[in-house]
């Protein structure tokens, strides 16, 4: 080869100077994300993000539950357009996902919540913004461009749900997602081990991480205090989540507040943490519009079954009734494609978008969105199917669970494949 050949394949990189598009130009994934921003964040929200409740089984459990699914791709087909919108309580999102509720979120960016909305709008899917964010309901939604989504906590003040539902519906979050299964919240043995508070509080420890993270540590100290903006009297007290979780949630909680919740609010409404059959039949016969099966990430009570394990279940239990969605463990467009074929209405992704708002901010929580997003759409393509609609309805045929014993096979249409289990 001559020199002047050489040199024609030599095209040395440009430096990217932003440092977030630094870090962003070597993220292709969600992992990548997340150890980008493990990188910035100080222990304790590193452990507050991953971790999960008591012995953090069901956080595995919730990951590995997808990687047992095989997929049976039905090539041959035109895949050239592919359309991945999906409805979503009744209003067209560019993609068959949400983003979850997850509280503290500007512990994890200092662009918080605003952030989170913005990209959501971009992108054209729904937000869910806490109860415990730490922005208020009103700024977020000044700053929304898209569909909102407002979710509830039970408290033991009902006058405080009363007055949260009603400032929701007068700043335009058009669905309400009441969580319930926090009547007490679950022992967080990362968050008490790194000392763990909103806002933080300056420990020898604490401060030691914060001088080993100066990025994180000089947007916390130059922005506005970290607070739980919503709740009022809680906005300037410095306790940990358990503590406020002890002192708000209320055990009681019962299907007669799910009953008056539902004459308060007359737009879609959701109930979060359902696994059972029986509970979900239970809540649509009070006429709530959806479900979300979920273990609140493994953060609640250890050793809780997949949300996509009972997923079928309760399909077969309502049928198409009712909407069902799922959440926890959610890292890939595959796992939203086995949802999907599953049965699910959609998806909400929690933790991968808190990943990107680590890495980049606003820029980051828009690449962990398109990153599922072209994930999903080549998984489609390469499964051969084009709308969500087709997905769900040949989900049979192109998803396989090699658990032992399971009862979910490959259909007769799938051209004799099958097997038993």
């Known amino acids: 080869m001559r020199p002047r050949d050489v040199r024609a394949l030599i095209r040395p990189r440009r430096p990217i100077l932003d440092p977030v598009d ?19 964040w100080p222990e304790g929200v590193r452990g507050y ?52 509720p997850t509280g503290y ?51 033991r003040d009902r006058a405080l749900m009363r007055d949260l539902v ?10 309400l997602m009441l969580t319930v299964d926090t009547p007490v919240t679950g022992l967080r043995a990362r968050d008490l081990r790194a000392g763990f508070t909103v806002p933080p509080t300056l420990t020898p420890s604490t401060i ?4 080993a993270h100066p990025v994180w540590c000089a947007r916390m100290l130059t922005g506005a205090p970290i607070t739980f903006a919503n709740i009022p009297g809680f906005e300037q007290d410095p306790m940990g989540a358990m503590a406020m979780s002890a002192e708000l949630f209320d055990a009681s909680v019962s299907w007669d507040d799910l009953a008056q919740l539902r004459e308060l609010w007359s737009g879609p409404l959701v109930i979060k943490g359902l696994v059972r059959p029986d509970d979900v039949r239970q809540a649509a016969s009070l006429g709530v519009d959806g479900v979300v ?33 799922v959440d926890s463990g959610i890292r890939r467009g595959t796992d939203l494609v ?10 909400l992704v929690g933790r991968p978008y808190l990943y990107g708002l680590g890495a980049g901010g606003e820029r980051g929580v828009t690449a962990a969105i398109t990153m599922l997003a072209d994930e999903l759409r080549r998984a489609m393509q390469l499964l051969g199917v084009t709308s969500i609609a087709q997905l769900r309805q040949e989900g049979e045929t192109l998803v396989r669970d090699t658990a032992p014993g ?11 494949v099958g097997w038993a289990s």
Do not use: K
């Open 166 to 175: 009603a400032r929701a519906r007068d700043h335009g979050y058009r669905a």
């Open 49 to 100: 993000v991953d971790g999960g409740a008591d012995g953090e089984v069901t956080v595995e459990r919730n990951r590995t539950a997808y990687e047992r699914f095989s997929l049976l791709p039905h090539p041959l087909r035109d895949v050239t357009e592919v359309d991945t919108r999906a409805s979503l309580l009744g209003v067209e999102s560019a993609l068959p996902f949400a983003l979850a």
């Open 22 to 40: 630094r870090t962003l130009a070597h993220c292709h994934t969600i992992d990548d994300l997340r150890r980008a921003a493990r990188r910035r």
């Open 293 to 325: 099966l979920s273990n609140h990430g493994g953060r609640q009570l250890d050793q809780t079954i997949p949300p996509i394990d009972a997923l079928p279940h309760v399909r077969d239990a309502v049928g198409d009734s009712l909407e069902v969605y």
């Open 105 to 155: 979120t500007r512990m994890m960016h200092n662009q918080g919540e605003p952030a989170v909305t913005r990209a959501a709008g971009a992108a054209g899917i729904p937000y869910t913004l806490s109860t415990v964010a730490t922005t208020n309901l009103e700024d977020v939604a000044r700053e929304s461009t898209g569909d909102l989504w407002f979710q509830l906590y039970v408290w």
């Open 208 to 211: 030691l991480q914060m001088a």
């Open 406 to 416: 399971s009862s979910r096979r490959v259909g007769a249409d799938a051209g004799g």
């Open 338 to 347: 086995i949802a999907l074929a599953r049965g699910a209405t959609g998806c």
